[in-house]
């Protein structure tokens, strides 16, 4: 039950190197949510980061000294969903979500995401809308290949963007699931929707416009990433085979 002292939602940030934009990120976002009818905390988790990255969360916190900010600072580097799970324990509220913190999807969603959740969805996703670029098509055809395997092993065909950094959902919903997770990099996102399908919680897709940084240094290398990410998830496949093919089931009798 929340308390009076409790913030209407937690937003937790992952942050790994983002001395470049981490400021100016964190400047929109509350700039953002100071202007909804919500009560927010932020919970800022650096994965060790080798830049300024922890330097510029302490003045983040000095510099916005009146809002509801905690920083967790990993001892060691533990993967993107590491550092997302760390957050997601430690916050205050019912209704958690976590975004990308380059912002490559606009905070604007995040008033509308969790209206949602408190009108009853289980878990509302950000599904990424974007133009494709040229000099973005090999990994946008990997992404979408990707995508193609993920709804037809896991049977969430009704998804369109099962990796999208842009979740909101009940905290007391996804403790269990987070626990089942053994994955704690990217294909952490995969293994969360996954058992979030085994475990009956339904879905609630948001159109979100995406816009890519062209000058932003990426740490995904799209071949050796790719790879990683079919045999983790064919891995998962057969670990869980009876398990989805349960939930598939009851879905169809649903039906």
Known sequence: MKSKSD????????CYNEEAHLENSIDEIINTLDLSIYSYELVLVDDK??????????????K???????SIFHQKNTGRGGAVTTGIKKTRADIVGYIDVDLEVKPLYIPYCVKKVEDGEDMVIGMRVYKIQINGF????THWVYLQLVRLLIGVKFLQDTETGYKFFRKKKVLPILNKCRNKHWFWSTEFVAYSFIHGLNFYQVPCLYIRNQHKKTTVKV??????????LVK????EKEALRKRRREIKKQS
């Open 64 to 70: 916005y000294n009146n809002h509801a900010i905690t």
């Open 49 to 62: 980061s080798t830049d300024d990255t922890r330097k510029i969360i302490k003045k983040i916190e000095n």
């Open 236 to 239: 998962f496949y057969f670990r």
């Open 223 to 232: 071949v050796r990433d790719s790879w990683q990410y079919f045999i983790s």
């Open 7 to 14: 913030p209407d939602f937690s937003l937790v940030l992952a």
């Open 138 to 141: 090999f990994r946008y055809l």
